[in-house]
């Protein structure tokens, strides 16, 4: 048998994969890879998030929060710290922009990993937020 060897995604296939994920960003994404700028490209996407939250997109969100997870799980370790840092760091601010409900479907169908990772993250905030 032969041994398989996984692909991972560095930087630049995140960002060509990110290109066909969002269309409507491609021209923005671009610009921000010519300068080599994953984390704002990251951000882009959290951006876009938000605005289709503000139009009650959830649907849309989810697909989108999926995709991401799809790229975390295939991604080299400095794509899944960006993704964590930047983009799961971002549902605190989703949260706080959607109601119970909405909120409740976002958290419900979001990959396990960035449930963890939303966790784990909101009980460090706790802790250091009461020690300041």
Do not use: C
Not at 115 to 125: H, L
């Amino acid at each position: 048998m032969k041994n398989i060897e996984k692909k991972v995604i560095n930087e630049n296939g995140a960002i060509e994969h990110l290109k066909v994920f969002y269309p409507t960003l491609q021209n923005e994404i671009e610009k921000l890879s010519v300068q080599n700028n994953f984390a704002g490209v990251i951000q882009t996407t959290v951006d876009h998030l938000k605005n289709l939250l503000q139009e009650s997109k959830i649907n849309i969100v989810n697909h989108n929060i999926k995709m991401m997870g799809w790229l975390y799980r295939n991604g080299t370790n400095t794509v899944k710290q960006m993704i964590e840092n930047l983009f799961v760091r971002s549902f605190r601010s989703f949260k706080k922009q959607t109601d119970t409900h909405q909120w409740n479907i976002l958290y419900q169908y979001m990959p396990v990993s960035f449930q963890k990772i939303y966790v784990k993250q909101t009980k460090m905030d706790e802790v250091l937020f009461k020690r300041h």
